[in-house]
């Protein structure tokens, strides 16, 4: 499955036309800030635990309506007690789509992103020696509504799904999260 995913958005790049790059594209940066429902399923018992999540995206528009991007974040921090805490941590890259339905790419838009992230389960002491870390790699994706004040800045409303299996540990989680993006 990730080969395929891989290979398709491989394709999908390397389709690109020509004049869709000449219509002129600019990079990005994004900022969410959210809540992340992280859901942690073992040995026929399930466990559901709601944080704070924060994510930063950058990547580059080939026109109005396409982008590739890649993410960093952290979704779920807890405390394990003895100085140790659990992060869930979050990167990958997806493919954007985006409709505007102002004039000259403003006003109101929706978009969708499908991409690969990886989820570390990463298990610290004294806030910085890691002494735990497993992860998995799996398709992800999204779904936003928003508002583009101009070419350069906007703000969205993102709804993403990721999965993880870690050592026979399923993880899901689902996140809602408001951004700003900064083209350039």
Known sequence: ?????????????????TSAMAAGGHGFLRGEVGQSDTEVSFDG?????????????GGYWFNPNFAVEGHVGSLYNTSLGNDQELD???AGVALVGKKNLGANNTGFFFSGRVGIARLTMQVREDDFDVIDDESSTKPFYGVGVGYD???NWGLSLNYDRRTADIDGIDVDVDTIAVGGEWRF
């Open 88 to 90: 869930l941590i979050t």
């Open 149 to 151: 004040f101009n070419e």
């Open 1 to 17: 499955m990730k080969k395929t995913l891989i290979l398709s958005c491989a394709l999908a790049l390397a389709g690109l036309s």
């Open 45 to 57: 018992t399930s466990e559901s635990d709601k944080d704070t999540s924060a994510i930063i995206a």
